[in-house]
């Protein structure tokens, strides 16, 4: 059993800067993937990026170049830097984690994932 632990949700305006983390306990292992998804108003929730065990990360089309993914497998800890954050990235923000590697393109999936936190909320406003 994983537990997930998100922190850093909070209130911005536009244009400006959140950075949530998301830390690991319990039956962990550096070779999970770790995973944030978003959950926008009315819409279904969706991948934002992943991080693997061995540092590699990766984030949707969607937003790179204004988010970025790093992990400290020290601290079993997943950050998600969102930087000029627009009102349509307000939303609930996931933690996610499977052992096995993290899956890409279609595959990645709320299914696919064993694991979740209960989430950060991010708000956005003009």
């Known amino acids: 059993q994983v537990r997930l632990m998100e922190s850093g949700g909070g209130s911005v305006q536009a244009g400006g800067s959140l950075r949530l983390a998301c830390t690991a306990s319990?039956?962990?292992?550096?070779?999970?993937?770790m995973a944030w998804f978003r959950q926008t108003q009315g819409m279904e929730r969706e991948g934002v990026g992943t991080?693997?065990?061995?540092?590699?990360?990766t984030v949707v089309n969607s937003v790179k170049g204004r988010f970025t993914i790093s992990r400290d497998k020290a601290n079993n800890t997943l950050y998600l830097q969102m930087d000029s954050l627009e009102p349509e990235d307000t939303g609930m923000y996931f933690c996610?984690?499977?052992?096995?590697?993290?899956?890409?393109?279609?595959?990645?999936?709320?299914?696919?994932?064993?694991?979740w936190g209960q989430g950060a909320q991010v708000t956005v406003y003009t």
């Open positions: 996610a984690a499977r052992f096995a590697p993290c899956p890409w393109g279609e595959a990645f999936i709320r299914s696919a994932f064993a694991f």
């Open positions: 991080g693997e065990g061995d540092g590699t990360t």
């Open positions: 319990g039956d962990t292992s550096n070779s999970a993937c």
